[in-house]
């Protein structure tokens, strides 16, 4: 997987900045540094603490079967391994639980061998029986994981001797390490004991085990000095404060309390650029429009289209994002490796938007839009209603928590429209990955309730098509075709792709680096 283009930002220069939905974003402060240790692998490490400071509350649990919120990802990040992890920057794989590359026995079945002495965060051995246990619940239908949809190539994992899995697929598939990161390694005997205590308080193999979490509040993390793998630890502790008001984010940096904050906000960022290091890193993060598809008359394509064509994005993007976003003119932001441009391309036309009104019948409609109270959508979604308004759509703005707006309105399926961040780049960057999230699964069949449709069917087909091809261009131009289609029916779509701006003050950290994903990684970072 390619890295994403970054811009940078120094003392004398102001670049403008656009981030991602749901964004977790973290700032990190230095306690007097005791002098170096060593991890169970020998490395040296410091012996300080790193304080961070985050932009969204705890929303989900940290169970990495079914954790999607930015917080929690971004914790597990230090907390869990697969065999293979992707580098948060690069998003190259690399062996982690491994010990080296998959060994083919055959046509479609591999071997792994697991790390010598990794230990989970209890001090039991990480064993082969516990990595085929991962993958089994993963794939348990009964168990309604999100990872499921990434895995469908996946047959079986089962222990094959000490230290060994044997992974059999249906067929093969050419990202088979980076697509093994998705599924992290969980203790049975724990997770077995008490799901419900392990999705509050986790326990997993990393170089971070996990102390303490309280819902808006903080995160406590201590380093693993049993780990022995190749990203220990630098600091001793970590303790990351939940900080969603973004003016609270820049004066915890500008005080000196924290060394890096996420989510830089755009009136800011020339002040903070004058102090400290700035990076923009272009993501896949998106501003999505998403539509109860089961309601009249948003079942209607003609009605999505035309409340897409009536947004003036440009201007959301002037106003809002101070001219640091692009429109969607296709399903991933344009420096994607896999990127084609649309079909169907959404300019503001509220002509046409009208027009599509007309012909589907539909006049004096009232729409309550529902949305996230993260900083930058919440300065979008009034230019987006003023789109609406103008055509003749009467919007009414619901603008509230996102874990809420998702519990008590969107999966009950009690919502018209949703204007909403998203970023599945997190777990991979591979064009089939970013399409099934959100249209294999949980997102079309509880969300948008659109998947009994022959146009959601051929999606997955042209998905499952391109997963089965070991052509470069076949699969570029199979996934094309699924992207025309998710254009032209707008279930959920797209309004515009950001950049991540980041914030960190080089004399407190060494080797930080800003991520092209939703969320920071503190990953071989330790103080400068």
Not at 194 to 216: I, Q
Not at 242 to 258: F, I, K, Y
Not at 339 to 351: E, I, L, N, Q, R
Not at 464 to 487: C, K
Request: aromatic share 8%; glycine share 8%.
């Amino acid at each position: 997987m390619n890295r994403l283009h970054g811009t940078s930002l120094d003392r004398r220069v102001f670049l403008q900045f656009m981030t991602i939905t749901g964004a977790t974003a973290f700032a990190g402060s230095l306690a007097a540094c005791s002098g170096p240790a060593s991890t169970g692998s020998g490395a040296p490490v410091a012996t300080d603490t790193i304080e961070a400071g985050i932009s969204y509350p705890l929303s989900t649990g940290f169970d990495p079967m079914t954790s999607s919120g930015a917080t929690p990802i971004a914790a597990n990040l230090h907390v869990f391994e697969a065999l293979f992890d992707l580098d948060p920057v690069t998003r190259e794989p690399y062996a982690a639980l491994a010990a080296g590359e998959p060994e083919k026995t055959g046509d479609t079945t591999y071997r792994v061998t697991l790390r010598q002495g990794a230990t989970f965060h209890d001090g039991s051995p990480v064993t082969a029986a516990d990595v085929a246990f991962s993958f089994q619940r993963v794939m348990d239908p009964a168990n309604a994981s999100l990872m499921v949809q990434f895995i469908p190539f996946v047959e079986s994992v089962a222990a094959a001797g000490d230290g060994v899995v044997e992974i059999k697929l249906t067929y093969p598939f050419p990202l088979l390490a980076e697509r093994l990161a998705i599924v992290k390694i969980v203790p049975k005997a724990i997770v077995e004991r008490d799901k419900a205590a392990f999705d509050a308080k986790p326990v997993g193999s990393g170089p971070y085990r996990l102390v303490e979490a309280t819902k808006e509040d903080k995160i406590v993390f201590a380093r693993w000095d049993r780990y022995n793998g190749p990203r220990p630890a630098k600091a001793a502790n970590m303790v990351w404060r939940l900080l969603a008001d973004p003016s609270a984010r820049v004066t915890a940096l500008e005080s000196g309390r924290v060394a890096a904050i996420e989510d830089v906000p755009y009136i800011d960022a020339a002040r903070v650029a004058q102090a400290h290091r700035l990076e923009a890193v272009q993501s896949f993060g998106l501003l999505f429009l998403m539509f109860n598809c089961s309601r009249k008359p948003f079942d209607d394509r003609r009605v999505r289209q035309a409340l897409h064509y009536a947004i003036d994005t440009d201007k959301v993007i002037k106003t809002a994002m101070l001219g640091n976003a692009a429109p969607a003119t296709g399903y991933v932001q344009q420096t994607h490796p896999a990127y084609v441009k649309a079909s169907t391309v959404y300019g503001h036309d509220p002509g046409k938007a009208r027009a599509l009104l007309k012909e589907a019948g539909v006049t004096g409609l009232n729409v309550t839009m529902v949305t996230t109270d993260t900083g930058w959508v919440k300065d979008a979604v009034p230019v987006i209603k003023e789109g609406w308004d103008a055509v003749g759509v009467s919007t009414v703005l619901d603008i509230a928590q996102s874990g809420g707006q998702y519990t008590n309105k969107i999966d009950p399926g009690e919502f018209q429209v949703m204007v909403a961040p998203g970023d599945p780049s997190v777990f991979g960057n591979d064009m089939d990955l970013l399409l099934r999230w959100f249209y294999d699964g949980l997102w079309p069949q509880k969300r948008f309730r659109w998947d009994g449709t022959k146009e959601a069917k051929k999606v997955l087909k042209l998905l499952d098509e391109a997963a089965r091809s070991t052509e470069a261009e076949t699969q570029r131009r199979l996934w094309a075709e699924a992207v025309d289609i998710v254009a032209e029916e707008a279930p959920l779509y797209p309004i515009l792709h950001r950049k991540l701006p980041t914030a960190w003050n080089e004399k407190k950290v060494a080797d930080f680096r800003p991520l092209p994903t939703t969320g920071l990684s503190f990953l071989g970072v330790g103080p400068a």
